[in-house]
């Protein structure tokens, strides 16, 4: 904190979560370890402190395809409404990286986006992704 830190990053303890917090740090945790179910080394849940809202974002780790696993896995054990958990892979990361003109929807950004196709009881699917406001991946012809 002394050099300017704000940001807890992977914290291993519940004493390190709950220092977070009382500094207003934010806190980033793994998505393989909420798409797992639990940590491999034995460390905090992401699932519970998402659940407790201890967790202000999720970070890719070693496998990028666990951020869609791991809001999926999360949505149905029901440890948070969707839009808390699509925040923890847009405007908690925007947030984390002080990108103030990304992470949500509103004017003056700069509008890049995903389109998902999250049917309940199915895992997400990319349908479209936008970069700032242009397209820049299509699943379906009829997305423009």
């Not at 309940?120 to 397209?135: D, F, L, N």
Request: charged share 25%.
């Amino acid at each position: 904190r002394n050099l300017g830190a704000s940001v807890a990053e992977f914290p291993m303890v519940m004493e390190a979560v709950e220092a977070a917090r009382n500094h207003e740090d934010l806190i980033i945790l793994g998505a393989p370890n909420a798409a797992r179910g639990g940590s491999h080394i034995g460390s905090i849940g992401a699932a519970d402190m998402v659940e407790a809202g201890l967790c202000d974002a999720l970070a890719s780790d070693y496998f990028y395809p666990a951020m869609l696993a791991a809001i999926d896995r999360l949505d149905r054990e029901k440890r948070a409404d969707r839009a808390t958990l699509w925040s923890l892979l847009s405007s908690g990361p925007a947030r984390a990286m002080r990108l103030n003109d990304r992470g949500s929807i509103k004017i003056g950004s700069r509008a890049d986006l995903v389109l998902l196709d999250w049917t309940k009881g199915q895992a997400p699917v990319i349908e479209g992704t936008w970069i700032a406001g242009r397209a820049a991946y299509r699943i379906k012809n009829h997305l423009n």
